[in-house]
């Protein structure tokens, strides 16, 4: 990412903010004007105030204008009056300032719920190609980490907004009194605002540092905790922690430059406007012909709006910090969105299936190497099908495409005549039921884990299906049975037992077509015999597609696919292609 933003994307950063409930974010700026108006007020108060306790007897001025009010109220117009009229402008001033903090938190965390939801809806969505590509470590500190701090966007905005027309009464009231000296004072100000702006470095280049230590960050713990039994294995603790040390390092300096920063603006700011405050003093009394109460006011206005035009200045800066964070989330949201996996199909999936079929299929995952060329194969309910081949021959990327991980370059998958790309995604993975080599098991019971394949599956079914998978020869280990929690990635359990797991939340669900993608692979021969005869036997009629390495398993296939460089090779019986001596003849003797 550059390192500065021009005008124009910081402009259209603060749009895509502002846009973000408007009417709300209008409201809130709304009140922040009521509450600089009523300041501005209050403060005019002070020249009535003035000339009533000089006993001048007489107003001019601002003054009129309050006497004029007082007047339509019908309340005299004296000292005690008046007072009691500066507490209650007061009173409803820090009221609506009361309202506007209350209501600008309200904002901020909305927007960075909004963030939160749209990124996590849109991951969730998401082709498993974006996941592929972008890291999962990137998807996971948007959601939770970078959207938190791009909220503060939305509520710096919203200040500057507020210390914007704050500084604006000020500064009104200044130049209705002694227009040169503002104008003077303003001309410091500018000056001090560029020397500043050019000395410090960019609050979007140190927001941009923040945010990319960030990611760095959450990578290097994600593949530390994730992938600890590897990194202890192969000693990688010091490396990892080396690289960890050196991004929370980078993180914490830049977060220190950005609060550095923040005070150092707002410490000159409020040096420079105090001397020249009382510089102005010296040239109003020296050459400007204001009265007393004339300069009171104009002194008030010149303290007040002192931390103003500090603030201001400050938000600005911040603002800027939060852009990074800000940009990456939308961008990654943007992103998600483009690469949404449903699109436009959205035909209703018949209620049964009888027979799936691929055409022609030639597939890439990077556009570049050819995994799939002009794979055909057929399978129908009650049918079983296997494919093997060497490791690498794109045995479960034909798995993959059945399933819509991914969608094929060429050719196509058709359900009883219908491509399955014109189904509404979710509803074609219903028909289907698909086990994987390493199937994922929740931090939950292992009921959970089964009931995940069929939600509404009684506990006879997932008993069935546990007897089934061969869960239940392990059942006994497991201190409180079915409700025993399985730990993250189920870490109670050995990689065979999974895979039983994963087969029985497969099982549970009332499927056309059962995919098993080297899902018994784990499994002692005996067991894993078990496992496919029970399988084989079952009396649902569904389609049966099979990818593995352990030719026994395949024996009895209705047809066998022999898959070699992304190609069919030769398809028959497992008699048939001993009998034909070719891959499939090899494989099976060595
Ligand atoms: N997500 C992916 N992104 C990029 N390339 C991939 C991806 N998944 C697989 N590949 C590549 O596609 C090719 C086929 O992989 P596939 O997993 O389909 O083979 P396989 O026959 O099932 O192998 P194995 O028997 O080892 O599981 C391999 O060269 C692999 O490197």
């Known amino acids: 990412m550059s390192d500065q933003l021009s005008l124009v994307e910081k402009l259209s950063a603060a749009k895509r903010v502002a846009l973000f409930r408007p009417l709300f974010t209008l409201g809130i700026i709304s009140l922040s004007v009521v509450a600089a108006l009523l300041e501005g007020i209050g403060l005019g108060f002070l020249l009535p105030i003035i000339q009533q306790a000089r006993g001048d007897g007489q107003t001019s001025g601002i003054a009129e204008g309050f006497v004029w009010i007082y007047e339509v109220v019908g309340v005299p117009f004296t000292l005690e009056y008046i007072i009691a009229g500066v507490a209650l402008v007061m009173t409803l001033r820090y009221a609506a300032s009361f309202l506007v903090a209350w209501l600008r938190t309200m904002l901020r965390v909305q927007y960075v719920r909004d963030l939160q939801t749209r990124a996590y809806r849109n991951a969730l969505d998401s082709r498993i190609a974006y996941f592929d590509e972008q890291g999962s470590d990137e998807i996971l500190n948007a959601i939770v980490t970078q959207s938190r701090e791009a909220g503060n966007a939305i509520m710096r905005l919203v200040r500057v907004v507020e210390q914007g027309f704050l500084s604006l009464v000020y500064v009104s009231v200044a130049l209705y009194l002694a227009p040169i000296l503002t104008l003077v004072a303003g001309g410091v100000l500018a000056g001090l605002t560029y020397l500043v702006r050019y000395r410090l470095e960019s609050g979007y280049a140190v927001g941009d540092r923040v945010a990319e230590s960030n990611e760095r960050v959450q990578e290097v713990v994600q593949a530390g905790t994730q992938g600890i039994r590897d990194v202890k294995l192969f000693g990688l603790s010091e490396r990892f922690f080396e690289r960890f040390d050196t991004h929370v390092g980078t993180f914490a300096r830049s977060k220190v430059t950005l609060q550095r920063n923040q005070a150092a603006i707002q410490n000159i700011y409020q040096l420079v406007t105090a001397v020249t405050v009382f510089v102005l003093i010296y040239f109003a009394l020296e050459f400007a012909s204001l009265s007393l109460a004339g300069l009171g006011v104009f002194l008030f206005a010149m303290f007040r709006l002192s931390p103003r035009i500090s603030s201001l200045s400050t938000y600005l800066y911040r603002l800027e910090s939060d852009f990074p964070h800000l940009i990456r989330t939308e961008r990654l949201i943007d992103e998600m969105r483009a690469s949404q996996e449903s699109g436009e199909s959205r035909a209703s999936v018949p209620e049964r299936i009888e027979r799936v079929e691929a055409e022609s299929l030639d597939f890439s995952y990077d556009g570049d190497e050819q995994v799939l060329e002009d794979v055909s194969y057929s399978v129908e309910r009650g049918e079983f099908i296997a494919f093997v081949g060497p490791s690498g021959a794109g045995k479960s990327t ?80 497991l201190p409180e049975g079915y409700q025993t929690v399985l730990g993250d990635d189920g870490v109670r359990l050995s990689g065979g037992q999974k895979q039983r797991v994963a087969l029985a939340r497969a099982l549970v669900r009332d499927v056309d077509f059962l995919l098993l993608d080297e899902a018994t692979s784990d499994l002692d021969t005996n067991i894993e015999e078990a496992v496919h005869s029970g399988i084989e036997s079952l009396d649902a009629d569904h389609g049966l597609v099979v990818v593995a390495h352990r030719l026994s398993t395949v024996r009895n296939a209705d047809r066998i696919y022999t898959m070699v460089d992304g190609r069919v090779e030769e398809v028959g019986t497992h008699e048939e292609l001993l009998d034909a001596e070719g891959t499939y003849a090899e494989l099976y003797s060595g």
């Open 398 to 477: 034909i798995v993959s495409l059945l399933a819509r991980m991914y969608e094929p370059d060429a050719g196509a998958i058709r359900a009883d005549g219908t491509p399955i790309r014109e189904f509404d995604i979710a509803e074609w993975r219903e028909h289907l039921s698909v086990v994987r080599q390493n199937p994922y098991i929740f931090n939950d019971s292992l009921a959970y884990n089964v009931r995940v394949g069929n939600q509404d599956a009684s506990k006879s079914e997932i008993e069935r299906a546990c007897e089934l998978a061969c869960v239940t020869e392990f059942l006994g280990e």
